[in-house]
C-alpha cells in the first residue's frame, strides 16, 4: 500500500522554465511534506517542508503548495536551472503509526535542458 | 566534516556472508533511521531509534538487526546476505527539539551489492 506515490517518475524542462512536481497521498494522519532532492552518489538533500496547517510555504526558487482536501502536494521551481536536474523525492510524517517516521514517494527524475 | 558520515561507502559481498554497515552523526540528534532505496520504491525504513535505549522495526526489517552502540552511533547489520538486499543504504538523523519537525538528514549511502 503506497502512501505517497509520485505518478511522474520522470520530467523534462528547458532552463529558465517552471518545473512543477506533483505528489499523492492517502493517510489522513499525515501533518507534515517534506521535499528531498538527491544527487547521484550522494544522499538525500533537505529542500523545503510545509505544515498542514498552512497552504503555501516559498524559500528563494522552490514553492510547495499542498492541497488537503485533495491529499495532493506540488514543488514550484522557477526558474529552473540546469544545476537542479536530480532527483525528487516527497515525503510525509504525522500521526498514529507515522509518528516520527517518513513516508517517501518512488521519486521524480527532473532533467533541466540548458 | 560532514554530519552523517556511513562506512563503507560501498561494499561487494558473497551470499550468506554478514556484513555490518555503519552509521556516525556530528549533529547532537536523538534520532538516527535507516532505510534501503532500490529503483522505482523511493526510500523505506528498515529500522529507526529514537535514542540509545529504543529500537524500533520498519516496513522491511526481516532479514535485517541494528545496535544503537552510542547516541552517535548506529549500525545496520544484514545476518546472511542474499542478492535481493543488493540496493543503496541510507542513514538519517532528526531531532523534534531542532524544531524542525520531522525533517531528517541523510548520509552519503553505502552501494551494497550481494552476488
Known amino acids: 500500500d503506497q502512501q505517497v506515490k509520485q505518478n511522474s517518475p520522470s520530467l523534462s524542462v528547458q532552463e529558465g522554465r517552471i518545473s512543477i512536481l506533483n505528489c499523492d497521498y492517502t493517510?489522513?494522519?499525515?501533518?507534515?511534506f517534506l521535499w528531498y532532492k538527491k544527487y547521484p552518489a550522494e544522499g538525500p538533500t533537505f529542500l523545503i517542508s510545509?505544515?498542514?496547517?498552512?497552504d503555501k510555504n516559498e524559500d528563494g526558487r522552490f514553492t510547495v503548495f499542498l492541497n488537503k482536501s485533495a491529499k495532493h502536494l506540488s514543488l514550484h521551481i522557477v526558474p529552473s536551472q540546469p544545476g537542479d536536474s536530480a532527483v525528487y523525492f516527497c515525503?510525509?510524517?504525522?500521526?498514529?503509526?507515522?509518528?516520527?517516521?517518513?513516508?517517501f514517494g518512488q521519486g521524480t527524475i527532473l532533467t533541466v535542458h540548458p | 566534516d560532514a554530519d552523517v558520515t556511513q562506512t563503507p561507502r560501498n561494499r561487494i559481498t558473497k551470499t550468506g556472508k554478514r556484513i555490518m554497515l555503519e552509521c556516525s552523526q556530528t549533529?547532537?540528534?536523538?534520532?538516527m533511521y535507516w532505510y534501503r532505496q532500490d529503483p522505482g520504491l523511493g526510500l523505506r525504513l528498515i529500522y529507526y531509534?529514537?535514542?540509545?535505549?529504543?529500537?524500533n522495526k520498519g516496513e522491511i526489517s526481516d532479514g535485517y538487526s541494528v545496535s544503537r552502540q552510542a547516541q552517535a552511533k548506529f549500525s545496520l547489520s544484514l545476518e546472511s546476505a542474499i542478492p535481493n538486499q543488493t540496493a543503496l543504504y541510507f542513514c538519517?538523523?532528526?531531532?523534534?527539539?531542532?524544531?524542525?519537525?520531522?525533517?531528517?538528514?541523510f548520509g552519503p549511502g553505502t552501494r551494497l551489492l550481494v552476488l
Open positions: 493517510n489522513s494522519m499525515f501533518d507534515y
Open positions: 515525503a510525509a510524517s504525522g500521526w498514529g503509526t507515522s509518528y516520527g517516521k517518513l513516508t
Open positions: 531509534s529514537f535514542d540509545v535505549k529504543d529500537i
Open positions: 549533529k547532537g540528534h536523538d534520532r
Open positions: 538519517a538523523t532528526s531531532d523534534l527539539s531542532t524544531g524542525e519537525g520531522e525533517t531528517q538528514y
Open positions: 510545509i505544515s498542514s496547517i498552512k
